[in-house]
């Protein structure tokens, strides 16, 4: 998976835990589990690595997360503007699979206009949020009119609502 600003993403965390999945004909565990903790945090996020991008060896290490959400709605903030992960109300001890995350867009790396056949304006985005543990990334379609000025930029306060989180790489520290 190719992310245009992947070497700015990072948060610190943990690696709590996996859950290596089934096994694959191919050999290789299918779509494993791993439990990340940012640092300084009580959540526990949640994230299948659909791409095999974690060593499994590496839990319980501390290290750098490269994360990108998609799938899910983005809407602006109102005030009072907020930064960090909310779970979802359904989170079970803890853990967040889809959380409400809340931040400040750092840097817009892709802005083109989508197309005609969505049912409402739209626009592309690639960009990095500042979500107060670090930034991650998003990839997604906005409804313009659901942004001031029909689009987002640099500044702009997000809450992006039951997104799905993908992890680009795990470097231990």
Do not use: W
Not at 28 to 49: A, E
Not at 79 to 103: C, H, K, V, W
């Amino acid at each position: 998976m190719h992310f245009p600003r992947t070497e700015q993403l990072g948060i610190i965390c943990r690696f709590e835990q996996q859950v290596p999945g089934q096994l694959h004909p191919d050999g290789r565990r299918y779509l494993p589990q791993i439990f990340l903790r940012p640092t300084g945090g009580s959540i526990l996020l949640g994230i299948v690595d659909r791409h095999h991008r974690v060593a499994l060896s590496d839990e319980g290490k501390v290290g750098r997360a490269r994360l990108v959400a998609s799938l899910g709605s983005v809407r602006s903030q109102r005030l009072p503007y907020r930064l960090g992960i909310l779970p979802e109300s359904a989170a079970q001890s803890g853990i967040t699979f889809m959380p409400t995350l809340l931040g400040q867009v750092h840097e817009v790396a892709t802005l083109e206009a989508s197309s005609a056949l969505l049912s409402a304006p739209s626009t592309y985005v690639e960009l990095t949020l500042n979500i107060g543990v670090g930034l991650i990334g998003l990839r997604t379609n906005l409804v313009t009119t659901d942004f001031p000025g029909g689009s987002v930029a640099p500044g702009s306060f997000l809450e992006l609502l039951r997104t799905r989180i993908d992890i680009l790489e795990f470097v231990p520290l």
